[in-house]
T-cell receptor, first 115, second 114 residues
């Protein structure tokens, strides 16, 4: 199946620092989604991206859909303790006929924010 | 209503039990999904229902049996599970299959098989 490489796998940062994580693929994607998951809960959508080059913000979060359509990044500015959790990218790969496959998830980035 | 509601939140079952997980949404979404998620791993797709018909079964063992009684409800019937089936089971819905607009997850059912 389609593979998404998400990095880093984990991050330990000080409160107030900025964070950046990214996902890359060898295939073209037509949609990128970024989710946050708290322990024992389902993933919650943070940002959705639908066009190559699109840059979208949601409060302290900013995400971009790479121009090559094979990558995306998520930045979190001025981190706070409640940012702790696992962040997943998810993409919708295109197939040669132009139609889309099911969502593919990255392996996740575990974020720890130290006071 | 912009939620996907899953019940129960926690379930402990023996290997000979039969139980069911339930999922409900009232957003008018016509695609509903079951995922299995192990700790610190991404969700893995199990089943996709599109307009109440099963459209994808990702080679899931027959001890998992999905059912979509109507456009708002999705069930997952469990029978003769193994301890390795213990996981967080997530339901999701979207406007239509492979249209990720409004793709929403429920909070999940934490299943423990003993």
């Amino acid at each position: 199946g389609q593979q998404l490489n998400q990095s880093p796998q984990s991050m330990f940062i000080q409160e107030g620092e900025d964070v950046s994580m990214n996902c890359t693929s060898s295939s073209i994607f037509n949609t990128w989604l970024w989710y946050k998951q708290d322990p024992g809960e389902g993933p919650v959508l943070l940002i959705a991206l639908y066009k190559a080059g699109e840059l979208t913000s949601n409060g302290r979060l900013t995400a971009q859909f790479g121009i090559t359509r094979k990558d995306s990044f998520l930045n979190i500015s001025a981190s706070i303790p409640s940012d702790v959790g696992i962040y997943f990218c998810a993409g919708q790969p295109l197939i040669s006929s132009g139609s889309a496959r099911q969502l593919t998830f990255g392996s996740g980035t575990q974020l720890t924010v130290l006071p | 209503d912009t939620e996907v509601t899953q019940t129960p939140k926690h379930l402990v079952m023996g290997m000979t039990n039969k139980k069911s997980l339930k999922c409900e949404q009232h957003m008018g979404h016509r695609a509903m999904y079951w995922y299995k998620q192990k700790a610190k791993k991404p969700p893995e797709l199990m089943f996709v229902y599109s307009y109440e018909k099963l459209s994808i079964n990702e080679s899931v063992p027959s001890r998992f049996s999905p059912e979509c009684p109507n456009s708002s409800l999705l069930n997952l019937h469990l029978h003769a599970l193994q301890p390795e089936d213990s996981a967080l089971y997530l339901c999701a819905s979207s406007l239509r299959d492979r249209e990720v607009s409004g793709y929403t997850f429920g909070s999940g059912t934490r299943l423990t098989v003993v």
